[in-house]
């Protein structure tokens, strides 16, 4: 099941690449799916981390057309993982955010693989680009941005404070973003200089 959703994710994400990069975006989703592997042997859950964003990123992909190539457990857990890009950023990683301290502990193993993959790229970026890193998300603040990756570290926290992937993400969390909890104080930052 995995090297045909490997293939899918690869045809699903064609011509698409990483965030301010010419790198391949399906680096990240493979990437994702080797962390998963290294929480879990359950080929469902591997096969839903290489597929997590082709709901949300890729033309005529659907929970449906995934739940018929790989059956209900795999689709629902990629569409567990999608957000709903109707709503504003903020919204969705709050959502993100509140839903992960409830969610399945397969979902949170998704999700987690998932930012300790951004959180490497963070760290393999930064010494290149310097505070200039910022500017390639949407919000273009490492504020906005650190008050997201530290929710998703405190949301997760309970679960899975001793796995090895987790204390990896909260290493890089902490030494890019700091070690104050949480703080919605980029939205004053916003607010000041006249943004939404």
Known sequence: MFQEASEFAAKAHEGQVRKGTKK?????????????????????VIAAAV???????????????LRSRFGERVASL????SEDKSKTWEERKGTTIRHLKTESRELQMIAL???????????????????NLWMQFRMHSKHAIGWYYKGVMEALDGAFHDVPAYQEYCRLVKKHFGDAPASLEWKEERKRRGER
């Open 24 to 44: 391949p975006y399906i680096v990240h989703p493979m990437e994702v799916a080797e962390i998963v592997a290294g929480m879990t042997k359950d080929e469902e």
């Open 51 to 65: 597929l997590h964003d082709t709901i949300e990123d890729c033309a005529g992909v659907t929970e449906e057309v």
């Open 78 to 81: 990629v569409a567990g993982e």
């Open 113 to 131: 693989a998932d930012k300790l993959s951004n959180m490497r790229d963070i760290d393999r970026d930064y010494p290149v680009l310097g505070e």
